[in-house]
Structure formats: structure tokens, C-alpha cells
């Protein structure tokens, strides 16, 4: 059902684009068996993605990088997550052993530290409750205290 709504939603994406000889292409396919494959073909990118019949996806789409140049990746989606398997996808760092230097706190955060977690003001007092929630709260314990007795006595 999700996928229904993520391929319409797409198909309304792709229609609502101005129309001339250059805005693009639209192809969609759905089985009954729950499988399905589209196409988009725009100007400036383009996206194919297809679902098997064991729920897996695979697909590709290319977009404009920020050299102008068109990048493609390919992709696989299913039990093992998804995972791009061909494309420009930046590398991680490698692991060399070493430990990064622990972060040095400023002269501000260290004299934070040294100050009490929380400084009352002397003209600050206890909060009392209304006459309204003294009652309340009589009225309450007065029935928890007869429950906890007939609860000790059966």
C-alpha cells in the first residue's frame, strides 16, 4: 500500500512538471504478485527502480553533481538493507589506531563547573499548597490509607 502511494506520489511529481518536447518521460508497471518498475527520465536526472518477486529492490538514478556532471548510482534494497552498490559514495575514514585528542573545554565551561548545580535566594521560599489542594490531597490519602488496611486484612 505504501509503495502504491510512494509510485503515485512520484507519477504526480513527474506529471506536474511544465510540459514541452524536453520535460521528460513517465513509465510505470505493477503486477498483481506485488512487483513493480518505473521509469523517469528527466532533463536533467533520471531513476529506474524495480521490486522483484522476493520484495527485494534494485535500481539506479543519476543526478547533476555540483560539477555539472552526471553521477550515477546503483542500488540494491532488501534483507541486508539498502545498499549502494555502484556510484561515487565517499569513503570513510580509515582506522589507524589512533585515538582522536579529546575535546578541550573553553576557560567559560571550566568556570561553569566550578559553581553549585543550583543557588537558591534567600527570599525564595517553600511553595504551599492552596486550601483547595490541601483537602484534595486529604481526601485522597484517607482513601489509599482504608484501601492498604482491607488490602492487609483479606
Partial sequence: MNMLLVLSSLLVVALARPHSDDAGTVSVRQSSAGTYKYVVNLKDSSRTE????????????????????PHTFKYTAGVDGFRIVEGPVPQAPVDNNV????????????????????????????????????????????????????????
Fill in 99 to 154: 585515538a582522536p585528542l579529546p575535546v578541550q573545554e573553553t576557560p567559560e565551561v571550566l568556570a561553569a563547573r566550578q559553581l553549585p548545580v543550583l543557588q537558591l535566594s534567600p527570599e525564595l521560599s517553600a511553595i504551599e499548597d492552596t486550601p483547595e489542594v490541601k483537602a484534595a490531597k486529604e481526601a485522597f490519602y484517607a482513601v489509599y490509607n482504608a484501601a492498604l488496611k482491607a488490602a492487609a486484612t483479606s
Fill in 50 to 69: 524495480e521490486r522483484l518477486a522476493d520484495g527485494s529492490v534494485v535500481g539506479e538514478y543519476t543526478v547533476l553533481g555540483i560539477d555539472g556532471k
